[in-house]
Structure formats: C-alpha cells, structure tokens
C-alpha cells in the first residue's frame, strides 16, 4: 500500500494522491512485477492514489491501459472520512463506535459502509474480473480494506494478525469453480533495500494485488 499522508488519516472515499514516498514505493513494486510472468491487465480502485500507483505499474510492465472499477474502493467510512485516528473518538463518537461493533451489517452513521456491504461489493468485482482473464495474470491495484475482504472470502476461517503493509504484494489464485486459493500474503521483499518497509497504516491505504484466473490478483491501499 503505498503512502499519500504523514498522519493516520481515516481516507476512505477521501481522493488524496500519493506523497514522495507512495511514487517511490509504487516504482519499487512495479519493478518487482516487471520481472516476473507477463501481466494481462492491470485493474485500479478510480481513487487518485490507487489510480497513480496502477498507472506506474502498467508503465513498468508493458500494460498499455488501467481500468479503473469503482468497487475496487477503499471502505466509504462515513463521518470518519479524513479524520485523524486519535481525534475520530471524540469528534464523531458514533461512527467511531459503528466501526468497533462486531456485527458486520452495521453501517458508519454518515453514509459509510458495513463491513458486509464492503465484502460483497469488492469481492464480485474480483470474482467478476477473474472470470474474464481465465489462466492469465492480472495486477489489481486496491486499499487496505478491501484486501482485509479479499482475504476473508479466500481464507474464511483464518484470522488475519498482520497490518496491510503499503505496497505489499497478494497473490490470489481464482478457479473456473470460484475457489479463492492464498499464494501469497503481504509480500514486502521488494522494498527490502528502501526505507519504505515501515510505513502502514492497518489498512486504511493502498496495496496491491495480483490475480491469476484460474486467476491471481494484486491490491493496492
């Protein structure tokens, strides 16, 4: 997930674009995918920040054109959107407590998602693009909600422990049966000789992903 602010912002549907650092982190992982199997598309959340990333990608590796998917979308958080981490508590008391509650149908008070309304919203566009590039490899480029999602309808019963680094890498493995296989998870050894390694906000920005259908996909945060 590359990096757009200094501070622990709550993003969401905020359209910031990528700082220094999310350019340099973006160039480390398109570097890294340029080496390995040919990518047949590269697919983009339409936020500026996942947008910029995909585009570098795409550049990197020979990919003439992004599509951009609106339901590739980071969460809409509501009234939380912008807020810093530490303030959301006092200023918007609600919607930060909407986002601790452990029912996942309970929307963020100011026109925010449920955590369902998220899984099944980013999760069918997956599905749907992995359905179109049956046995190629595809570069998804999304937030760090949504690949929290992806992981979850992919490992259903496995608890995810680990932050969604910025500019990691997932591989995906999608059948023609709409089994989601884990190949990868959170792979940062691209960034291994940056100073980059550190930046993460728990999934609130940009990763990327890869899909190979029979299928393997990429996120950005």
Known sequence: MPTFRPTPNNQGHVDV?????????????????????AISAVYSSD??????????IANKCGVSEVIQDANLRERHLGDLQGFVLHEAANHKPNAYQATLSTRTDEEIPGGGESLDQLFYRCTSSLQS??????????????????????HKRAAPTEQLQKKILNASVNILHLSSKEEWTIKTWGDVNHLNNTAFLKTDFGGDNTSSAQTKPECSSGSSG
């Open 129 to 150: 693009i992995g359905m179109k590039h049956i046995g190629e490899r595809v570069v998804v480029v999304t937030h760090g909600g949504v690949v929290r999602a992806l």
């Open 47 to 56: 936020l500026k920040r996942a947008l910029e990333t995909a585009h570098i």
């Open 17 to 37: 674009e990528l700082n220094k650092v999310g350019r340099q982190q973006a160039a480390a992982v398109a570097d890294r995918l340029s080496k390995e199997t």
